[in-house]
T-cell receptor
Framework: DVKVTQSSRYLVKRTGEKVFLECVQD?????MFWYRQDPGLGLRLIYF???????EKGDIPEGYSVSREKKERFSLILESASTNQTSMYLC????????????FGPGTRLTVT | GENVEQHPSTLSVQEGDSAVIKCTYS??????FPWYKQELGKRPQLIID?????GEKKDQRIAVTLNKTAKHFSLHITETQPEDSAVYFC??????????FGTGTRLTIIP
């Protein structure tokens, strides 16, 4: 079974803090994604990566950056957390972008106070 | 970029009845249309997908139809059961581009 894990299920941070969310997959997938999920807005893509050290902006990249130093690990960074970044963050991975199943992690519920 | 609209946002059906969720997309070049199911407190999981060279695909009680001319696709669930209660997301993509998701439909099956 594909396993996608995320570093934390729940996280509480203060405004202005730098926040790291980590995602690890164990199936040698080339592609990895970061989404945020908000009620009524669905899943919105923040960033994705199709190879080590490669990254592409998604639909809502503002306020976020990413890092992919190893194939299995994809990190989402909030440089200076703000209250409007309070959300559920989901990581996903797949073999082929869009043409194959995306496997999701369990999510990290981030609260910024 | 691609825009996907999904309706309805909530849907309640009696157990045993059918449920239909509809999505429209904006980019006529989109050619891959998956559906994901997210049970309460769990991660989204792919339940069925369809590619643009096919008009309909069925998997047991679940079917998806695609109308390329009208740029819409639908999820049909027959003989609904309590375990079908979840949030369903449609999505669309073109080639190697990213998936664009709809806003989700919360389906509740009434026993």
């Amino acid at each position: 079974d594909v396993k996608v894990t995320q570093s934390s299920r729940y996280l509480v941070k203060r405004t202005g803090e730098k926040v790291f969310l980590e995602c690890v997959q164990d199936m040698d997938h080339e592609n990895m994604f970061w989404y945020r999920q908000d009620p009524g807005l669905g899943l919105r893509l923040i960033y994705f990566s199709y190879d080590v050290k490669m990254k592409e902006k998604g639909d809502i990249p503002e306020g976020y950056s990413v890092s992919r130093e190893k194939k299995e690990r994809f990190s989402l960074i909030l440089e200076s957390a703000s209250t409007n970044q309070t959300s559920m963050y989901l990581c996903a991975s797949s073999l082929l972008v869009a043409r194959g199943e995306q496997y999701f992690g369990p999510g990290t519920r981030l609260t910024v106070t | 970029g691609e825009n996907v609209e999904q309706h309805p946002s909530t849907l309640s059906v009696q157990e045993g009845d059918s449920a239909v969720i509809k999505c429209t997309y904006s980019d006529s070049a989109s050619n891959y249309f998956p559906w994901y199911k997210q049970e309460l407190g769990k991660r989204p999981q792919l339940i069925i997908d369809i590619r643009s060279n096919v008009g309909e695909k069925k998997d047991q009680r679940i079917a998806v139809t695609l109308n390329k001319t009208a740029k819409h696709f639908s999820l049909h669930i027959t003989e609904t059961q309590p375990e079908d209660s979840a949030v369903y997301f449609c999505a669309a993509s073109f080639g190697n581009e990213k998936l664009t998701f709809g806003t989700g439909t919360r389906l509740t099956i009434i026993p």
